[in-house]
């Protein structure tokens, strides 16, 4: 199976600030990756998919980047719906490997 | 707008059995292939199962398999989840997730609560 290792697993930040988490591959999966947001008691919501695309309706202060095993999910000018968890997925085989999460706090 | 709205979740004895569906709308269901995700209280994100649009291909999670069954009714929009011999580390809030051609999981159901305790 392919381990999705995400860093840091945790994260403080201010209203405004940019910010990089990461996220890397046991093996090379090409661009098959997403990236998912998850508040508290919510569903998760699809925010990336093949890397660096957006999902339809998300704003472009959500940005990917990478490709085989390292990638990264960029979130500039953050504001307070922001601050959430945030999940790295593997759709390169079967089975399907999510990292196991980057929380987004208010510094 | 795509809906999946999930049910079927409660509680259960360990070693029992639940099955629960996830209604879609607003998109060609039968295009698509679905999926199962569970997040256990506290925890992250765990893949289930996987089903192709014509139910040709599934696929399990390795700690599912052989306890749980996916399937989905194309003419009637909804999708399944046969879950037998439940064990308490079954206990998770279950995700219905569509997967669109090219896009990744793009839509999620709200989720339905399965607790497996005696």
């Known amino acids: 199976d392919i381990q999705m290792t995400q860093s840091p697993s945790s994260l403080s930040a201010s209203v405004g600030d940019r910010v990089t988490i990461t996220c890397r591959a046991s093996?090379?999966?090409?661009?098959?990756l997403a990236w998912f947001q998850q508040k508290p008691g919510k569903a998760p919501k699809s925010l990336i998919y093949?890397?660096?695309s957006l999902q339809s309706g998300v704003p472009s202060k959500f940005s990917g980047s990478g490709s085989g095993t390292d990638f990264t999910l960029t979130i500039s000018s953050l504001q307070p719906e922001d601050f959430a968890t945030y999940y790295c997925q593997q759709y390169k085989n079967y089975p399907y490997t999510f990292g196991q999460g980057t929380k987004l706090e208010i510094k | 707008d795509v809906q999946l709205v999930e049910s079927g979740g409660g509680l259960v004895k360990p070693g029992g059995s639940l099955r629960l569906s996830c209604a879609a709308s607003?998109?060609?269901?039968?295009?698509?292939?679905m999926n199962w995700v569970r997040q256990a209280p506290g925890k992250g994100l765990e893949w289930v199962s996987s089903i192709s649009s014509s139910s040709y291909y599934i696929y399990y999670a390795d700690s599912v398999k052989g306890r749980f069954t996916i399937s989905r009714d194309n003419a009637k929009n909804s999708l399944h989840l046969q879950m037998n011999s439940l064990r308490a580390e079954d206990t998770a809030v279950y995700y219905c997730?569509?997967?669109?051609?090219?896009?990744?999981?793009?839509?999620w159901g709200q989720g339905t609560l399965v607790t497996v305790s005696s």
């Open positions: 093949a890397a660096s």
């Open positions: 093996q090379d999966i090409a661009n098959y």
């Open positions: 997730a569509r997967f669109a051609v090219g896009r990744s999981i793009d839509y």
């Open positions: 607003g998109f060609t269901f039968s295009s698509d292939t």
